[in-house]
């Protein structure tokens, strides 16, 4: 029997309720409901215009309608009278397939029949910045290598700690906060859980670190690379697969400790990693990150090539610790559903075909990657990114042709309307059009 959210808004005084969804692009859209009407929302869903958000979808559709997951309500930790909610979409009493969330929950179905849960962590890094977008917000945050830099961390306290205690209430089980590569950059570590759970709660995160920045009449920004000479944001994920206490890509024989099935699963990850990109990284702005110059503070910590290895951060693929990866290719403004349906999918491929990853690579990939010439690079840009997508058979068939065809469409479109006023070339300075299109992913 699923909660109640009216009775629910009563016992927590909830006086409105946001019912949300994030549409292809990862726009994260709502209409704002008084707890009154929400009987009926949880019954049929609010109502909206497919066509005016990024859905491949007509001005003369039916109306489509999102049904909120009650197991989703947060309380806005800033404002316990509104209520957050993450929702399915639905049209003529279906689920409306071509949407992200429905697309992860497809992908978590298939695991479900043979007992799997895959549980992942994502690392979400995000600038600091003026509301204007032209610098980053603390101007002596100038150090050359400013990682773990506890003044510039400590200049930011008092907003840290409202998203941390936030996180706290929430029962995230953050664990760390620190100052990132880049100046003005940070990242907040929470615990890992079950796919569903981390990317309703990836969704509310960059919501929630955005309007607390406006509160403090700063802007947060997780666009993929806002600052050429500076380290991007990168939106790294920890994989691991379950069946009920068991991890099954535990092996602690192993030399990384990782089992049979989870380098198959691997394998199944690097085979279809340039198909992935455009879904990880999913704007023009994405691949000045990719494969990017050296950065000021020396390295760029993103990958350039599709590769893996044990603790390693210049590889696609880090294997930190035994029973679990790090992939390292997702950025800031990856669809928090599409990053964790990509990995399910790509994942489910390389165990049923049994992918060979082949051997781990243990070399430093930013000073002897042109070495190995026989391994892949990842794309240059988003149009080779989606090129890639639309020959992925693996991908295809998990999402179905026409949803992958869905997206292709929305995205060739954008890359259309951005060469008619602009080019791209990671030479060049970033383009406005960027900074105006991707700064607020
Ligand atoms: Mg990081």
């Not at 957050?84 to 929950?105: H, I, T, Y």
């Not at 696609?316 to 999918?345: H, K």
Request: glycine share 6%.
């Amino acid at each position: 029997m699923a909660k109640d959210l009216s009775k629910i808004a009563k016992q927590k005084k909830i006086k409105y309720f946001l019912i949300s969804f994030v549409d292809l692009f990862g726009v994260l859209r709502s209409k704002l409901v008084p707890a009154e009407a929400i009987k009926e929302m949880q019954k049929n869903g609010a109502g909206f215009a497919g066509f005016a958000t990024w859905l491949d979808m007509s001005p003369a559709d039916t109306d489509m309608f999102a049904i909120p997951d009650p197991e989703s309500l947060i309380q806005l930790p800033w404002k316990k009278e509104i209520g957050w909610l993450a929702s399915d979409l639905w049209m003529n009493g279906k689920p409306v397939e071509a949407s992200p969330r429905v697309m992860l929950k497809n992908q978590i179905k298939k695991l479900s029949k043979d007992n799997m849960v895959i549980k992942s962590g994502v690392e979400c890094e995000f600038f600091l910045i003026n509301p204007e977008g032209t610098a980053i917000a603390d101007s002596r945050d100038t150090q050359s290598k400013p990682c773990y830099d506890q003044s510039a961390l400590m200049r930011q306290y008092d907003l840290i700690k409202e998203i941390c205690d936030s996180m706290l209430k929430m029962g995230w089980g953050p664990y760390q906060n620190d100052h990132e590569d880049a100046n003005g950059q940070f990242e907040m570590n929470w615990n890992y859980t079950d796919s569903l759970n981390t990317a309703d709660r990836h969704v509310f995160f960059k919501f929630m670190v955005k309007t607390i920045a406006e509160k403090n009449n700063l802007r947060a920004t997780f666009m993929p690379k806002p600052f050429e000479n500076l380290t991007g944001n990168g939106c790294h994920a920890h994989i691991s697969l379950w069946r009920n206490d068991k991890n099954l890509f535990l092996d602690k024989g192993d030399k990384l400790g990782l089992t049979r099935l989870a380098y198959n699963f691997l394998g199944g990850v690097l085979n279809s990693a340039e198909a992935l990109s455009a879904f990880f990284n999913p704007t023009i702005n994405s691949y000045r990150r990719i494969d990017a110059p050296t950065t000021m503070s020396g390295a760029t910590w993103s990958p350039s090539k599709i590769s893996y290895t044990g603790n390693n951060r210049t590889h696609m693929i880090r294997v930190p610790d035994s029973g679990r990866f790090e992939l390292r290719l997702m950025d800031g403004s990856a669809n928090p559903y599409l990053l964790q349906a990509g990995i399910i999918a790509a994942g489910i491929d390389g165990m049923k075909k049994k992918r060979d990853p082949g051997q781990p690579l243990f070399v430093n990939m930013y000073t002897d990657g042109d070495n190995y010439p026989n391994i892949k690079k990842l794309p240059s840009d988003l149009e080779e990114a989606l090129e890639n997508l639309s020959n992925n058979e693996v991908l295809l068939s998990a999402f179905g042709e026409k949803n992958i065809t869905s997206y292709l469409k929305l995205k060739e479109k954008e890359i259309k309307y951005f060469n008619n006023k602009d080019k791209f070339s990671k030479k060049d300075p970033i383009t406005v059009w960027e900074k105006l299109n991707t700064l607020d992913c």
